[in-house]
């Protein structure tokens, strides 16, 4: 999540910016272009750091004059912000024109998990035919951001790693078709990884971090049946610690 002190940083700093004469449309204000394009990156990424560490829970209202009084800015950039979350599919605009964090959509969850595992397969596969090696550079660097995280126990630092770590490695398939697919699939599963990592209190067991080097090593050695194979297992590991997240009993004997 953006600390708070980055936060009034940077509203202090859009503050300090020299105002123009173009009024803002939703309240009459001098906005600036720059500014109002500052001022909608700032919300949109505070609003889906909270959305993808689950701080703003699935349903949740996001009411456009609370969110302006929040941040002290007018109704447009927090508007251009909530189109932004509505395109990565993060937010739902409802038929009476009110905004809410899109729900995580359990009964389906199985179509997400095929096509997850499919993914990490078939780009794995097509890299370790196709990779050059800069790529294998690209993918090593993005080995050692995933890494970093881990140590650190930073959920959202873990779920920004891990997209570039398989985004590279798609990217090394050379198919941009399967790279597009892959790309939406991490995106809108990414607070479903969040699921993920708080199974584990944000505490990811280094093995996990091992499967993507095993991953790496399939890769440079062009071995296409073990990159398949481990990308398989790997995929299947993430699914059985969701599944078995999600069927946790919770309930208390209470005695009555």
């Given at each position: 999540?953006?600390?708070?002190?980055?936060?009034?940083?940077?509203?202090a700093?859009?503050?300090?910016?020299?105002?123009?004469?173009s009024?803002?449309?939703?309240?009459?204000?001098?906005?600036?272009?720059?500014?109002?394009?500052?001022?909608?990156?700032?919300?949109?990424?505070i609003?889906?750091?909270?959305?993808?560490?689950?701080?703003?829970?699935?349903?949740?209202?996001?009411?456009?004059?609370?969110?302006?009084?929040?941040?002290?800015?007018?109704r447009?950039?927090v508007?251009?912000?909530?189109?932004?979350?509505?395109?990565?599919?993060?937010v739902?605009?409802?038929?009476?024109?009110?905004?809410?964090?899109?729900?995580?959509?359990?009964?389906?969850?199985?179509?997400?998990?095929?096509?997850?595992?499919?993914?990490?397969?078939?780009?794995?596969?097509?890299?370790?035919?196709?990779?050059?090696?800069?790529?294998?550079?690209?993918?090593?660097?993005?080995?050692a951001?995933?890494?970093?995280a881990?140590q650190?126990?930073?959920?959202?630092?873990?779920?920004?790693?891990?997209r570039?770590?398989?985004?590279?490695?798609?990217?090394?398939?050379?198919?941009?078709?399967?790279l597009?697919?892959?790309?939406?699939?991490?995106?809108?599963g990414?607070?479903?990884?969040?699921?993920?990592?708080?199974?584990?209190?944000?505490r990811?067991?280094?093995?996990?971090?091992?499967e993507?080097?095993?991953?790496?090593?399939?890769?440079?050695?062009?071995?296409?049946?073990?990159?398949?194979?481990?990308?398989?297992?790997h995929?299947?590991?993430?699914?059985?610690?969701?599944?078995?997240?999600?069927?946790?009993?919770?309930?208390?004997?209470?005695?009555?």
């Open positions: 999540m953006l600390p708070v002190d980055r936060w009034h940083k940077a509203v700093a859009m503050a300090r910016s020299p105002r123009s004469s009024p803002d449309p939703a309240d009459g204000s001098a906005l600036p272009e720059r500014r109002r394009g500052e001022g909608a990156r700032l919300v949109y990424d609003l889906r750091d909270e959305i993808l560490d689950l701080a703003l829970q699935p349903g949740s209202p996001l009411d456009e004059q609370q969110l302006s009084e929040r941040f002290a800015m007018s447009t950039p508007r251009e912000a909530l189109v932004r979350l509505a395109c990565d599919g993060l739902t605009t409802l038929p009476n024109r009110s905004t809410v964090v899109a729900v995580i959509d359990f009964l389906h969850l199985h179509t997400f998990f095929d096509a997850l595992t499919l993914m990490y397969r078939v780009t794995t596969r097509l890299a370790a035919e196709y990779h050059t090696a800069p790529d294998l550079a690209v993918i090593r660097a993005r080995q951001d995933f890494a970093r881990v650190a126990q930073n959920a959202l630092g873990m779920i920004a790693a891990n570039d770590f398989h985004i590279a490695i798609a990217e090394a398939g050379r198919n941009p078709y399967y597009s697919l892959f790309t939406r699939v991490l995106d809108e990414r607070r479903i990884l969040r699921l993920y990592y708080s199974s584990f209190e944000d990811l067991p280094p093995q996990y971090v091992d993507h080097a095993a991953l790496i090593d399939a890769i440079a050695a062009r071995d296409v049946p073990l990159a398949d194979r481990l990308a398989a297992a995929a299947d590991q993430i699914v059985r610690q969701i599944q078995a997240l999600i069927a946790r009993d919770r309930r208390q004997d209470v005695p009555l």
